[in-house]
């Protein structure tokens, strides 16, 4: 009796608890609607990398050694693609260009990663002004990256996108310093 009883308290308990604390919930961005054949504008330009959670380090190690980073997004001339450009800034204070091909999917907001066939990326929204979240997936990791239109926004941005993440039980967490200049994009 005792047991039964202490069970129907502990699950009174568990329905409250989950009616006060609730993840925030983020909203999938749609990357390409069915009738057009280019990526919305808002989601082109310059972005800057700003933070990064994950369940493990691990997932998140690649970004170690790294101080900032910038991106232009811009729309190919081949239909369903778009070129992603970085200027990556390490710690050490070297500039390491690199480039992507992202492949758009009709009926889909999954981004895919040219050349990685299990890459899936996927865009949500964030309520941070300028920012936007991505959920990057392949073999072997998971993890969610903050952006932002400035180099530095708002603290309170990185605090709600911390809280996010924890609340999906993503443990691990990295900002970037951004300490040092960008590096300049070539324009090709």
């Not at 990357?31 to 310059?46: A, C, I, S, W």
């Not at 997004?73 to 690199?98: D, E, F, W, Y």
């Amino acid at each position: 009796m005792f047991h039964q009883i202490w069970a129907a308290v502990l699950y009174l308990y568990g329905i409250l608890f989950n009616s006060i604390y609730q993840c925030p919930e983020h909203n999938q961005l749609t990357t390409l609607r069915v009738d057009e054949n280019k990526f919305p504008d808002p989601h082109l330009g310059q972005w800057y990398f700003i933070a990064g959670a994950a369940p493990t380090k691990e997932e998140l190690s690649t970004f170690d050694s790294v101080d900032n980073i910038v991106f232009n997004m811009s729309a190919s001339t081949v239909p369903m693609q778009l070129q992603l450009r970085a200027g990556i800034r390490t710690k050490n204070g070297h500039c390491v260009p690199r480039q992507w091909i992202y492949h758009l999917t009709e009926r889909s907001t999954d981004l895919r990663t040219e050349g990685r066939p299990d890459m899936k990326t996927e865009l949500f929204s964030s309520t941070c002004p300028g920012g936007i979240i991505l959920k990057e997936t392949d073999q072997g990791y998971q993890r969610f990256l903050l952006y932002n239109r400035l180099p530095h926004p708002p603290e309170n941005c990185v605090e709600e996108f911390q809280s996010l993440t924890s609340c999906l039980d993503f443990k691990a967490f990295l900002v970037t310093p951004r300490n040092q200049e960008t590096c300049k994009l070539s324009s090709s």
